[in-house]
């Protein structure tokens, strides 16, 4: 291979590698760019990888410029990015942003800077900037209106450095217990000034407005002078334009989930809304939202006009003040979850939480011996090894003892149905009578592939055997899901594939299990599957058969954001402490959600891993370059949350017989979807804190409300954190790979985890 071409050609040259080019990249869970379709591209980037210099050139470069940076800086004439609008209610916390563009010529320093925060022309607290230069605070509003909100980047001496451009600022709506409406900003500019009418009759009757933006840039300024022209109340002007976002749309149409998602927010936040204005092709987007009656213009000047119809619905408000302001502590995970996602809380469960692989593996192999009538499985991968043998042969035991087996597995990372490919597994259960096997969402040679059909995967992982116990699982059908770190010898030799990850399941039993059913059970009817009769084997009475309180979470693809949503109202209501264990490029709001749980005194403790394992003395073990690179790109996510205040581990495994690697101890990559709150609430599934997970892919979670179930389960995390190794900006572990870090999550290609 040439060596005189310039680093940026061949830096070109490895993300051509990366994303694949010309062919369809595998972009998986665990495998970030992994292995093509039609094979090579790990190859591709090792060729390019083994080119004397690249990477360690390519990070020379980057030290350079930040030196040269810091050398010879000078200020810029605008140094942040607009103020967004924002909406709360009095007496509940409400969120203030902004976003550092730029302080100084020649690279961006945009980490932990202090930014002051004003509502009013009053001071109201200070804030520090992530590595994206975002900063946020927590703000109690006191004080009904629309107030103008300020920022001034300041030094820690006070002094001011740059304050906002005028115009640059957002307001901040603080509404009162009276009913909210939201309207759709697009009416103002698409309807004439005259059937806007009903509007302004709605303000007439004691309704607040809000107005919510769904165009692609920011509106702002233009939608104020509409109001102002049409005598129309001010109000927030909640925006969504592409910059704000954190991942790329790839030109999907996200309108209805933003608009869904923006409500629901509002409501937990407290903000007593009620009433959605929006044009015929909108409604579906809020109507769904239960509490929340839409309708267009001609819909509400009816409400307006027939005796007592508004009051119906502007009653709710009390109502809906009276659950907001009683709610006592016990109840906040509740209501918020309630609020927040399509989901119902279900009682008399049994729920047991499994962090340890082996026993994992020896419960599902347990529950699907013990069937009598079905097991149904998904997964997103089902992968040629020791632990989809030993479940294969077992499924194939209990079908030819006349147990209906039906299998899913994601056509993309399994193989199945994939441009003509079939996985093995797979192959050697399709012939099995009474076993069926579905591939999600095939791909074939006729399909038109591009990133969104990609990124639109099937990501669940369940087990449910004769509609009675369930398995809701971040597990594929995998040995480093499966074996635990007592069963793989683990020598400084071992390479990455072979070791153990971390994971977790939840295992129930009782009433909620039905939700997973149905949910199994549509998913098979989408992708083609033969009817199944739901007579009692497969949708059983289910009586009470424990004291937890659990509810499914499902995150349908592109059609809601519930898995997001839980996690933010989880987060959100947390008053003591949060425990997260996760290993994936944390959503931007998301970490926004996280960082203001910690500003308001909440501990939060992140668990996280290693993309390629880590040795005791923080080398690696031999592993892929792609997956080292994903492990710069993802630690990189957690520099903003470190400096936030919340403390991150990297899991540690030592004193185990078979791992005699240098220093005796292994960090090994975590694939566990945790997040618990305070010791009584509780998140287990398939979704992670990413991008894909929150947007794009499939996912199902369980949450669970039980204080002994919760508790078991942080009592072990906890000694995972006890024996793992803490993340210390400070520390030479940190620093030495700080410059990876940055280039590392510049040149991750966008389409991956957006």
């Given at each position: 291979m040439s060596t005189d071409r310039s680093l940026a050609e061949r830096i070109s040259d490895a993300l051509r590698a990366l994303t694949g080019d010309s062919i369809v990249a595998r972009l998986g869970e665990g495998e970030p760019a992994g292995t093509s379709v039609g094979g090579g591209i790990v190859d591709e980037v090792a060729a390019i990888a083994s080119?004397?210099?690249?990477?360690?050139?390519?990070?020379?470069?980057?030290?350079?410029?930040?030196?040269?940076?810091?050398?010879?800086?000078?200020?810029?004439?605008?140094?942040?990015?607009?103020?967004?609008?924002?909406?709360?209610?009095?007496?509940?916390?409400?969120?203030?942003?902004?976003?550092?563009?730029?302080?100084?010529?020649?690279?961006?320093?945009?980490?932990?800077?202090?930014?002051?925060?004003?509502?009013?022309?009053?001071?109201?607290?200070?804030?520090?900037?992530?590595?994206?230069?975002?900063?946020?605070?927590?703000?109690?509003?006191?004080?009904?209106?629309?107030?103008?909100?300020?920022?001034?980047?300041?030094?820690?001496?006070?002094?001011?450095?740059?304050s906002l451009e005028e115009g640059g600022h957002g307001h901040l709506q603080v509404v009162t217990s009276e009913p909210v409406a939201v309207v759709d900003a697009a009416l103002l500019v698409d309807a004439p000034g005259e059937t806007l009418e009903p509007l302004?009759?709605?303000?007439?009757?004691?309704?607040?407005?809000?107005?919510?933006?769904?165009?692609?840039?920011?509106?702002?300024?233009?939608?104020?002078?509409?109001l102002e022209r049409e005598q129309l109340p001010p109000g927030a002007m909640l925006v969504h334009p592409t910059v704000d976002l954190g991942f790329k749309t790839l030109q999907v149409d996200f309108t209805p989930i933003f608009a869904s998602s923006t409500v629901r927010r509002m409501r937990m936040q407290g903000v007593p809304a009620l009433l959605a204005v929006a044009s015929e092709a909108r409604?579906?987007?809020?109507?769904?939202?239960?509490?929340?009656?839409?309708?267009?213009?001609?819909?509400?000047?009816?409400?307006?006009?027939?005796?007592?119809?508004?009051?119906?619905?502007?009653?709710?408000?009390l109502e809906f003040v009276k659950r907001r302001d009683s709610a006592d502590l016990a109840d906040r995970f509740t209501r918020s979850l309630?609020?927040?996602?399509?989901?119902?809380?279900?009682?008399?469960?049994?729920?047991?939480?499994?962090?340890?692989?082996?026993?994992?593996?020896?419960?599902?192999?347990?529950?699907?011996?013990?069937?009598?009538?079905?097991?149904?499985?998904?997964?997103?991968?089902?992968?040629?090894?020791?632990?989809?043998?030993q479940l294969a042969a077992r499924l194939v035991v209990q079908a030819r003892r006349g147990v209906r087996v039906r299998l899913v597995v994601d056509a993309l990372y399994s193989g199945q149905e994939l441009l003509g490919l079939t996985n093995p597994v797979a192959k050697s259960l399709a012939g099995e009578p009474n076993v069926e096997v579905l591939a999600s969402d095939p791909i074939s040679f006729s399909d038109r592939v591009d990133a969104v059909r990609l990124k639109q995967r099937d990501h669940r992982k369940l087990v449910i055997v004769d509609g009675s116990v369930a398995f809701v699982s971040g597990r594929n059908a995998g040995d480093e899901y499966y074996e635990s770190f007592d069963e793989v010898p683990i020598l400084d030799a071992t390479p990455n594939e072979r070791i153990p990850w971390l994971d977790a399941h939840f295992e129930v039993k009782g009433p909620v299990v039905a939700d997973l059913q149905r949910v199994f059970l549509e998913n098979w009817r989408r992708n083609g599957g033969a009817e199944i009769a739901a007579d009692s084997t497969v949708l059983p009475v289910l009586e009470p058969v424990g004291s937890s309180r659990a509810r499914m979470i499902h995150h349908d693809g592109l059609a809601d954001v519930n898995a997001l949503l839980s996690y933010e109202a989880i987060i959100h209501e947390a008053r003591h402490h949060v425990l997260?264990?996760?290993?994936?490029?944390?959503?931007?709001?998301?970490?926004?959600?996280?960082?203001?749980?910690?500003?308001?005194?909440?501990?939060?403790?992140?668990?996280?891993?290693?993309?390629?394992?880590?040795?005791?003395?923080?080398?690696?073990?031999?592993?892929?370059?792609?997956?080292?690179?994903?492990?710069?790109?993802?630690?990189?996510?957690?520099?903003?949350?470190l400096h936030g205040g919340v403390r991150v581990w990297e899991v540690q495994v030592s004193a185990r017989p078979y791992i005699v690697a240098r220093g005796g101890a292994v960090r090994?990559?975590?694939?566990?979807?945790?997040?618990?709150?305070?010791?009584?609430?509780?998140?287990?599934?398939?979704?992670?804190?990413?991008?894909?997970?929150?947007?794009?892919?499939?996912?199902?979670?369980?949450?669970?409300?039980?204080?002994?179930?919760?508790?078991?389960l942080e009592t072990r995390i906890r000694a995972l954190i006890q024996t793992g190794v803490p993340l210390d900006p400070e520390s030479d572990y940190w620093k030495r790979e700080a410059a990876r870090r940055a280039i590392t999550d510049t040149l991750w290609p966008d389409m991956v985890y957006s």
């Open positions: 080119e004397p210099g690249l990477f360690e050139d390519a990070v020379r470069k980057v030290a350079e410029s930040l030196e040269h940076w810091r050398s010879g800086r000078s200020p810029l004439p605008i140094v942040q990015e607009t103020g967004r609008d924002r909406i709360g209610a009095v007496g509940h916390e409400v969120d203030l942003a902004v976003k550092i563009e730029a302080l100084y010529r020649g690279g961006p320093e945009l980490t932990d800077r202090v930014v002051r925060f004003a509502v009013a022309g009053a001071v109201v607290g200070e804030a520090r900037t992530d590595e994206r230069g975002l900063a946020h605070l927590g703000f109690l509003p006191t004080v009904a209106g629309l107030h103008p909100v300020t920022y001034e980047v300041v030094t820690d001496k006070g002094r001011v450095l740059r302004r009759a709605l303000a007439q009757r004691g309704w607040q407005l809000c107005y919510v933006d769904f165009d692609p840039s920011d509106r702002s300024a233009a939608l104020r002078a509409i409604l579906p987007a809020f109507a769904p939202i239960e509490g929340v009656v839409a309708v267009h213009l001609a819909g509400l000047a009816e409400l307006l006009g027939e005796p007592g119809a508004l009051d119906v619905v502007s009653g709710r408000a309630d609020l927040m996602t399509a989901s119902r809380l279900v009682a008399g469960n049994e729920v047991r939480a499994e962090l340890d692989n082996r026993q994992a593996r020896e419960a599902v192999f347990a529950a699907i011996e013990r069937a009598e009538h079905s097991v149904h499985a998904q997964f997103y991968m089902l992968k040629e090894g020791r632990f989809a043998e997260i264990v996760n290993d994936f490029p944390v959503l931007a709001s998301l970490a926004a959600t996280i960082l203001r749980a910690a500003q308001r005194g909440v501990w939060v403790e992140f668990l996280t891993g290693c993309a390629v394992a880590r040795r005791a003395d923080g080398t690696f073990f031999k592993g892929p370059l792609h997956r080292e690179l994903f492990e710069y790109m993802t630690k990189r996510r957690f520099e903003g949350l090994p990559y975590v694939h566990a979807k945790i997040v618990t709150a305070d010791g009584e609430v509780a998140s287990v599934g398939s979704a992670n804190l990413d991008a894909t997970a929150s947007y794009w892919e499939r996912e199902v979670n369980l949450v669970v409300e039980d204080p002994v179930v919760v508790g078991d």
